[in-house]
């Protein structure tokens, strides 16, 4: 399993229709394109002084499910423009890893 790590971060203000955005329209939106290989998406937040930071950590059974989700180079972040209006900034690549060890599931 491959498991997708990105990191943006928003104003406050902003964290409440950042959150929205992201439930209602781009997870769906994801979950609608029914990816072969996409095993779902989590979404964690944390206050960061005067920012918000929200993570969010996607699952795929390869790297041949993560190309059919962000394409070829498949390691640009993939950040929607509405998302990007919200956004204060965000980090331009997401990360990869092999899960290993998923104990306690």
Do not use: C, N
């Amino acid at each position: 399993m491959i498991v997708r790590i990105w990191h943006g971060w928003t104003t406050l203000a902003k964290a409440d229709a950042y959150r929205r955005l992201l439930e209602e329209e781009v997870f769906a939106g994801i979950s609608g394109r029914q990816i072969p290989g996409y095993l779902g998406i989590q979404l964690l937040r944390r206050s960061a002084g005067e920012l918000m930071e929200f993570v969010t950590i996607m699952r795929f059974e390869s790297l041949e499910a993560v190309r059919a989700f962000a394409g070829s180079e498949y390691e640009v972040a993939v950040v929607p423009d509405a998302a990007r209006r919200l956004l204060h900034h965000f980090d331009p690549r997401s990360t990869h890893y092999e899960l290993i060890v998923a104990a306690g599931e």
